[in-house]
């Protein structure tokens, strides 16, 4: 972790009191995370951008509301979580959610070897496949770094809930995922 002159605490004691620029550190040392969270979330770069916004201004406004600064984390996402959702279900009948899976044919075409592009495109993929809690549950964990307990904060929902979810999705990832790696190790050792 980078060491802070300012501490996230202390920078929002400061907004409290109306200091902007407090604020605005405090937004560009979370406005990537949130934006590649919601990125994720609701698959369309000027729909995270949008959310992000939404996010850091409902922050703004309630800062006040939050009763404990060390908690900062936990309760920015809660609201991003709270942003994408309602962006998904107002554009839910309009478009499916679930994204199409990448075929594994498709991938065998371009040689022996997944390079990282293949990989970063099956992950994306394979996240694609996996329902919106399961999802969430593997980008707050594996992609943002959250424990168990601040993931229960952020979905309000029990740790057991939380374990289970990304259990499953980790469990589906690897079924997903594996077959187009073993196809593509199987096929450099028969070269």
Known sequence: MIFREVEDPDLIAKARRGDVEAYNLLVSRWEKRVFNYLLRLVSNREDALDVSQDVFLKAYQSLRKLDDPARFSGWLFRIAHNEAFSLLRRRRPETELVGEPRPPDA??????????MELSLAVESALKRLNHDQREA?????YQGFKFEEMAEILE?????????LYTALDLLKATLAPAVLQKESLRGES
């Open 107 to 116: 991938m065998l075409e371009s040689g022996p070897r997944l390079l990282p």
């Open 138 to 142: 593997v980008l707050l964990k594996v």
């Open 157 to 165: 929902c029990p740790v057991s809930t939380v374990k289970s979810r």
